[in-house]
C-alpha cells in the first residue's frame, strides 16, 4: 500500500533504463496499487515493461463493493496478477482454498497469476517449512495447467522487510523442492514454472539469490519503490 501519482515518475524511470538496456535479459514487471495501474500501463505501453496488480477478487462482476475483478484489472492493463501474498494471507485470513480461486480467476481473464506461498519463523525454527510449502502448493495452485501459465513466488514470511535472508543452501532447498512437487501439480512443463524468491530483495544480495538453482527470477518488495534500486536488481542479469 505505496505510492501516489508522484511515483509514477519511478515507473516511468524503470521503463527508460529498460529501454536502455539497464535490465540486462531481465523481465520487468511492476505491480503498483491498482489506483496506479491504468496510468502505469499507459506509461509503458509500447515498452518491454508489464504491469500487474497485487491482488484480484474472485468474481468477474457483481454486487461485490470495493473488490476488483480480474476482468477490470485486464481492462486497464495489467496482465499479471500476484495472489495469496503473505500479508494477504495474514491480514485478510485468506486460506489456500481463496487462494486457488483467485487464481483460477485471474486465468479466467487473461492474467498470468503469480501465487505466493512460504513459513512464518516459528515453522521455519520448528523445521516444518518443507511440509509448510508443500501443502500451501498443494491447496493453493490450480491443478492440472501447462508450466507456463502460473508463476511461483517463494517468500519466506519472516524475511519480508526484516532484512533477514536464508542463505543460499536453504533457498535452494526450497526452490528445489518447489519444482520437484508441482511435478505432480502442473499437467506438463513443469521447468517452465518460474519460481520467483521474495524476501528482502536488494542490490548487494540479488546476483547471490539470482545465481541459486531454480531461482527463476525475485518478487520485489521494498526495493522497488525506488527505480534505481529495482533496477539494481535486475542487473544481477546482465
Not at 67 to 79: H, K, R, V
Not at 80 to 94: F, L, M
Not at 96 to 118: E, Q, W, Y
Not at 130 to 156: F, N, T
Amino acid at each position: 500500500m505505496n505510492g501516489l501519482r508522484a511515483s509514477l515518475a519511478e515507473i516511468a524511470a524503470i521503463r527508460d533504463a529498460v529501454r536502455h538496456g539497464g535490465a540486462g535479459r531481465a523481465e520487468m514487471l511492476v505491480c503498483p496499487p491498482a489506483t496506479l495501474i491504468a496510468a502505469a500501463a499507459d506509461l509503458c505501453k509500447g515498452s518491454t515493461v508489464a504491469v500487474g496488480a497485487q491482488d484480484c477478487a474472485i468474481e468477474a462482476s457483481g454486487a461485490h463493493t470495493g473488490d476488483i475483478s480480474p476482468e477490470m484489472l485486464a481492462n486497464a492493463g495489467a496482465t499479471y496478477a500476484i495472489v495469496g501474498h503473505s500479508e494477504r494471507r495474514a491480514d485478510h485470513g485468506e486460506s489456500d482454498d481463496v487462494v486457488r480461486a483467485k487464481a483460477d480467476a485471474a486465468l479466467r481473464a487473461g492474467l498470468s497469476p503469480i501465487i505466493c506461498i512460504g513459513e512464518t519463523r516459528a515453522q521455519r525454527e520448528a523445521g516444518e517449512t518443507l511440509p509448510i510449502v508443500g501443502g500451501q502448493l498443494d491447496g493453493s495452485v490450480p491443478h492440472g495447467l501447462a508450466g507456463d501459465r502460473i508463476v511461483i513466488a517463494y517468500e519466506p514470511v519472516w524475511a519480508i522487510g526484516t532484512g533477514l535472508t536464508p542463505s543460499t543452501d536453504d533457498v535452494a532447498e526450497v526452490h528445489g523442492f518447489i519444482r520437484r512437487h508441482l511435478a505432480g501439480i502442473v499437467a506438463s512443463g513443469v521447468e517452465k514454472v518460474r519460481i520467483l524468491y521474495g524476501g528482502s530483495v536488494k542490490p548487494s544480495n540479488a546476483a547471490e539469490l539470482m545465481g541459486v538453482a531454480d531461482v527463476d527470477g525475485a518478487l520485489v518488495g521494498g526495493a522497488s519503490l525506488k527505480a534505481a534500486d529495482f533496477i539494481g536488481i535486475a542487473a544481477a542479469y546482465r
